[in-house]
Nanobody, 120 residues
């Protein structure tokens, strides 16, 4: 069974930093493409950053140059380093994983979300 879990959210002052962590289990992690999404109150969920199984990364224009996505295949983990946080970054951040499970079946799974807030 595939499991995806995020951690690392919190409250910081504008200009501060946080690192989100997403750990998966039950997957062949080297095949898994990973994304970070966020959803602010009253807004639709939006894609923030992606890293595929070839380590190719993409970012939304709103976070480019401030956020960095990375992965550690040995730990089945993906990270989102968020620097220079702004109040507009306040949202629930979700980890999304899709690839092959340990039983070699395709899967598409979401974590439960972690709250990030940048406020003075």
């Amino acid at each position: 069974q595939v499991h995806v879990a995020e951690s690392g959210g919190g409250l910081v002052q504008p200009g501060g930093s946080l690192r989100l962590v997403c750990v998966t289990s039950g997957t062949i992690f080297a095949t898994v493409n990973m994304d970070w999404y966020r959803q602010a109150p009253g807004k639709e969920r939006e894609l923030v950053a992606s890293i595929d199984n070839r380590y190719i990364t993409t970012y939304s224009d709103s976070v480019k140059g401030r956020f960095t996505i990375s992965r550690d295949n040995a730990r089945n983990t993906v990270y989102l380093q968020m620097n220079s946080l702004k109040p507009d970054d306040t949202a629930v951040y979700y980890c999304h994983a899709h690839g092959l499970s340990s039983s070699r079946n395709p899967f598409d799974s979401w974590g439960q979300g972690t709250q990030v807030a940048a406020s003075s």
